[in-house]
């Protein structure tokens, strides 16, 4: 009975690097998260222990510290095709290279009504992503770049119910045509392209993403995560496919009803678990192929 | 040897509650977590098991959610006080009342460039606290009124630096001219009454915080702090005494030199730990009492 | 241009399940974080917001618990193949259902040096794991099951060495023939059926992953790795598949020499982020098709 | 209308230190998580920024370090006696220096049943603390040590009721003859002196603790508290005061009725908030003065 390696992958996460814009008296600050991942001819290091193929992780780590600089972070997917490019074109047993990123918000500090020129709060409401994957040279060479969001907290206090559903022996929820909805977003979507306008395109999904949250009068968190990555996709044109995935986070109304006092949907208990947990692809028909587009870091265990 | 039972209290810790105020299309949200703890005659419980004098945590986190109906939550000093005067005046063991709240924040969803009437995203900048300390009855009775905010994360990118200091044996780090600082800070303050305009004062004393931050030409974290505090005591008159900690989140300036790229204050290394930890009062001469009005809930450990 | 649902599922996440065996005095604890995942003809529900083929998650969460009681927990796989069997058998919308079970571990508490009979406390060790996935009816039908842990967290304080690596422009690492080597280990492995003696065959599992990684000197943690999971199928006759994911949780030796004091390998810091990230997979030749073994019920995003 | 500096202290949080001893081929290991904090002659820093009188944060982490070798790490307590005492004999405008540590605990990995000499998972159970605070100079000295643990999960699946409590309006809770009770217990206890045989008290104590928890049948959870802190100070001669601090982890018997299963306490929810804290210090009456022993770090938010 033979063993072999199967799949295998290795690189350095999480380098929290904080990029300052210093040109002008107004400078300007980019907070990541970075994560470098490599595949390739690395069995070797695995089989016999051999690391003449291996670049160290500590050396992803010191390229995306520099690259911070030599090519700058004017937005996290034009920083992260770079660093893969890099890894796929220079360093020769790597065949295929991801990038993942999170970037994490700043507002300037308001004094006196004017943005300070050099002072930010973090604004905590929801963390920007991109993930981009390189593979193969020349005619081979192939390159995804998908954005994203997470952490994005959403809540709506009406305009949502769940009736109509299945029932079995163990059914005891009652159906209802009024309840808060609330989760806490993460969406992902994959460019047809690797060239955009990336920091515009972030903002119009955001935007879309919560205004059609927001109007879509909701029959189940299903149909308004469809309804908001169809938004998506008929709005942006150089977007191809929206993965979403929404915990329904639980808030149950409160009864009140025996201290003698009314509760018309207005006190309600925010429970942490368990949790609904609805995920959905929306795609164009004519996508170009995902590829290895979504085959994340973490995605082997 | 004689063994007695010393300090106790009790009660029931972080009570999600979501009150939603609906009385027009125009809706309105509060999320707080609260906590609640009492203190009093309840040696017995301890020192034999006896009950008969404990009104139980399920009985208080009861009481908690249907004061969010029946006393609103215009802001969380008001509620806070309305329940802790509750427990003191009606629940007779009850001496002293202690309710702690977080207070998560919200803002509208916009939908055509307008706030959406039930939609919001959680801001997650900085989580709003109060807590209210209540002692005795009649003559006795003393009401001591705190707000905060925490995990208000804030970074200057210049207009800092740190010479001069001590050394000994142990020193190794250079002095610095020019660095960024950033901290996460945790700041609680107390009003001389029980009686505010609480929503403003919270919303103007954040904003002289983070201003002053941003305009103090910092000589050291230390320096900044008592500015802050000592700005928040002159600009509100209700205010007398204000307490801060701030962790000093370290930015490493990176060493691009020997990759060939310069970095003059540009990119940094933002690390997680260890952290410098500075942590001062800023008070009234005149300041009245503090009582127990800093004796937390999880004080006795 | 058409818009499309793709890939879709639902479910219930983070049961968390406390089941106690008390059919004699010596009773018995099973605790339990249960996440339940359905996937079918649920599109409607996307598309129209239609229910009526919807089993809601607060059924699939009543039957978790309900067959804790119903089945038993003498193992999670067997638990988790029971409650999978029955939503893709009972419920007619279902195609496939899959189960991940999270398991944390207790021990007794000991009294005068025996085995309390009701008492215990949390080991906190590592996480145990397992995750069923069933498709298909009749010919048709596929089972499969993986076992696994997470958060085994493990060092060595010599046998280690990384040398002998590619270097390039940003290489900065020095080689070193003695380090210390840590990871948190996350493992899962897949079965070839779905009988075994799971519960044995975890300890088994557990106890060679733990002694390979002390006992193989490692020249890099890729070789460990590999090895790990070799030793594992080399033992355990049922086990097709080892998929490994370990981060290098880096200890940096502290230079202490500028304060006069000699450090050879015995004070290090050891930091959080960032961290190397090394993944395999280890397979037997004759292994038989995954199938969905490993998409998980966060999978699409 | 003055402005005072009031309470003021600073200091670096935690120094991530692993301590290696390989003086022979069976190594050991001590992994702790150390905080310095400095009180003393520190105005000026504070009121204008001058920082001469002032240690860096560095420094102490510098010193945090070396101290690990120079002193070594045979118990927490020694250890950070000797870090304090450093910083209030050396470092002269230092007044009062608090250390405070956690440790986290390993356990050799076992191959073919024998224990290896390089190699240890982590055991996870419970953190042990220590905090030290050292005052004075000459005939002021004063020196408190305290120990302790947090962390510790424990569950009792009987032996516990809560019947007989106080009932008002808001009274919903149902008196129960038989439940399951769990905590995860924070201890403190402070030392008469600053000599101990500081290991072997953790080990006993933490066993007191445990199967007091077991053995007394629980008419509360206060009771159960102060059962374990009179144990400790009955079999403890150097412990003089225990501090308990214990969340009431709610296991809510999950109703199955209604599905026709039975349910005598064998199936739980258990339930992450709200949780009851119980509270409750025990001091033997001939305790010496606790002085600043329980002023924390993080004492004046």
């Given at each position: 009975m033979g063993i072999s390696l199967g799949g295998h992958q290795y690189g350095k996460a999480e380098n929290h690097i904080v990029r300052i814009y210093r040109d002008?008296?107004?400078?300007?600050?980019?907070?990541?998260?970075?994560?470098?991942?490599?595949?390739?001819?690395?069995?070797?290091?695995?089989?016999?222990?051999?690391?003449?193929?291996?670049?160290?992780?500590?050396?992803?780590?010191?390229?995306a510290y520099s690259y911070a600089k030599e090519v700058g972070v004017d937005s996290i997917e034009e920083y992260s095709l770079a660093l893969a490019r890099h890894f796929v074109d220079d360093v020769k047993p790597v065949h295929a290279a991801r990038v993942e990123v999170e970037e994490f918000g700043w507002e300037r500090v308001l004094v006196d009504g004017s943005e300070h020129d050099h002072t930010w709060v973090r604004t905590g409401?929801?963390?920007?992503?991109?993930?981009?994957?390189?593979?193969?040279?020349?005619?081979?060479?192939?390159?995804?770049?998908?954005?994203?969001?997470?952490?994005?907290?959403?809540?709506?206090?009406?305009?949502?119910?769940?009736?109509?559903?299945?029932?079995?022996k163990y059914t005891r929820l009652q159906p209802t045509t009024d309840r808060v909805m609330a989760t806490s977003l993460v969406a992902t979507w994959r460019y047809a392209g690797?060239?955009?306008?990336?920091?515009?395109?972030?903002a119009t999904i955001k935007s879309i993403l919560t205004s059609t949250f927001a109007t879509v009068h909701s029959l189940a968190l299903q149909q308004t995560l469809f309804e908001m990555g169809k938004a998506v996709l008929e709005a942006v044109d150089g977007v191809v496919e929206v993965n979403l995935s929404a915990p329904n986070k639980h808030h149950?109304?409160?009864d009140l009803e025996t201290f003698g006092v009314e509760n018309n949907g207005e006190v309600f208990h925010a429970d942490d678990r368990p949790y609904g947990l609805i995920q959905a692809n929306v795609v164009r028909d004519d996508a170009p192929d995902a590829g290895s587009a979504w085959e994340k870091f973490s995605g082997l265990v």
């Amino acid at each position: 009975m033979g063993i072999s390696l199967g799949g295998h992958q290795y690189g350095k996460a999480e380098n929290h690097i904080v990029r300052i814009y210093r040109d002008t008296p107004r400078h300007d600050i980019k907070d990541i998260n970075v994560s470098t991942c490599l595949r390739g001819d690395f069995e070797a290091a695995y089989l016999t222990g051999d690391q003449s193929a291996v670049l160290p992780t500590d050396t992803q780590k010191q390229t995306a510290y520099s690259y911070a600089k030599e090519v700058g972070v004017d937005s996290i997917e034009e920083y992260s095709l770079a660093l893969a490019r890099h890894f796929v074109d220079d360093v020769k047993p790597v065949h295929a290279a991801r990038v993942e990123v999170e970037e994490f918000g700043w507002e300037r500090v308001l004094v006196d009504g004017s943005e300070h020129d050099h002072t930010w709060v973090r604004t905590g409401q929801e963390v920007r992503t991109a993930a981009i994957t390189i593979e193969g040279e020349g005619a081979e060479r192939r390159e995804w770049v998908t954005g994203g969001l997470k952490d994005l907290v959403i809540l709506k206090s009406t305009g949502s119910e769940f009736t109509g559903f299945m029932e079995d022996k163990y059914t005891r929820l009652q159906p209802t045509t009024d309840r808060v909805m609330a989760t806490s977003l993460v969406a992902t979507w994959r460019y047809a392209g690797t060239e955009a306008d990336w920091n515009a395109t972030y903002a119009t999904i955001k935007s879309i993403l919560t205004s059609t949250f927001a109007t879509v009068h909701s029959l189940a968190l299903q149909q308004t995560l469809f309804e908001m990555g169809k938004a998506v996709l008929e709005a942006v044109d150089g977007v191809v496919e929206v993965n979403l995935s929404a915990p329904n986070k639980h808030h149950f109304l409160y009864d009140l009803e025996t201290f003698g006092v009314e509760n018309n949907g207005e006190v309600f208990h925010a429970d942490d678990r368990p949790y609904g947990l609805i995920q959905a692809n929306v795609v164009r028909d004519d996508a170009p192929d995902a590829g290895s587009a979504w085959e994340k870091f973490s995605g082997l265990v």
